[in-house]
């Protein structure tokens, strides 16, 4: 049974850091695309990183923000730094089997049930 849990969501001032992890099981996790997401209330839920070897980020987030694996312990971050308001939602981590190409726009197929980050101004 494929399992990915979030967790480091919290409520956070602008201008400040957070860190969320993604625990991930069941999958052979060194052969996934792996990626955060997000989504705020009333909006359409965006890509925000993704990895699988190279790196790639929403350019709303470059600069602030990193995606980076421990794969001996399975875990996906997202550091995220200089948080602004707009960072506000749910963030959800996903994973889908490497095919050649990992970006946010594959078809994900494995979901986390999320971790709300609030930013405040």
């Known amino acids: 049974q494929v399992q990915l849990v979030e967790s480091g969501g919290d409520s956070v001032q602008a201008g400040g850091s957070l860190r969320l992890s993604c625990v991930v099981s069941?999958?052979?996790?060194?052969?996934?695309?792996m990626a955060w997401f997000r989504q705020a209330p009333g909006k359409a839920r965006e890509g925000v990183a993704s990895?699988?070897?190279?790196?790639s980020y929403a350019d709303s987030v470059k600069g602030r923000f990193t995606i980076s694996k421990d794969d001996p312990n399975n875990t996906l971050y997202l550091q995220m730094n200089n948080l602004k308001p707009e960072d506000t939602g749910m963030y959800y981590c996903?994973?889908?089997?490497?095919?050649?190409?990992?970006?946010?726009?594959?078809?994900?197929?494995?979901w986390g049930q999320g971790t709300q980050v609030t930013v405040s101004s």
């Open positions: 990895i699988y070897g190279s790196t």
């Open positions: 996903a994973a889908v089997q490497f095919r050649g190409w990992c970006d946010t726009e594959r078809a994900f197929r494995y």
């Open positions: 069941g999958v052979t996790y060194g052969m996934y695309c």
